[in-house]
């Protein structure tokens, strides 16, 4: 799996954060570079960079950052200022804000679609 196309950054060369499967977090968690998502968080998830959500993971609560790769469950909005992608396990109730979207067959979605252009991209609050 690739973030960025043109830049071949693969996710696991860029995490630096891990919540893995068995774990439950109750609050908001912050992380400065990318963070991957295996286990429940029960509050929502600030990256500076990137977001990903394993197949098994789960966020209750909005998710912000540069890009957010769910493959798992998201009961809340996403804001991503570049990128969100829908792999085809992925469950997302909540809105999105981001400037491309990529949704995979079997992916479900459940929400509005606020598409922003380039220069919209610092409107995203952290």
């Known amino acids: ?11 696991s060369d860029t995490i630096g954060t891990v919540v893995g499967r068995g774990t ?18 029960e509050g ?7 977001v990903i959500v394993g197949e098994g993971g789960v966020i209750e609560g909005h998710v912000v950052s540069r890009s957010a790769v769910i493959g798992g469950m ?14 085809e396990n992925a469950v997302l109730q909540g809105d ?9 067959d079997g992916a479900r979605f459940n929400g509005y679609c606020y598409m922003l252009k380039q220069n919209e991209r610092k409107k995203i609050s952290k």
Not at 1 to 7: K, L, Y
Not at 24 to 41: F, N, P, T
Not at 44 to 50: F, I, L, N, P, R
């Open 74 to 87: 998201v009961l809340g909005s996403v804001k991503a200022s570049t990128r969100v992608v829908l792999e």
């Open 96 to 104: 999105i804000y981001t400037e491309q979207l990529q949704i995979a």
């Open 1 to 11: 799996m690739e973030f960025d196309n043109q830049n071949k950054t693969k996710a």
């Open 24 to 41: 439950l977090i109750k609050g908001s968690i912050r992380i400065k570079d990318s963070g991957r998502i295996d286990g429940h968080v």
């Open 44 to 50: 929502g998830v600030t990256s500076e960079q990137d």
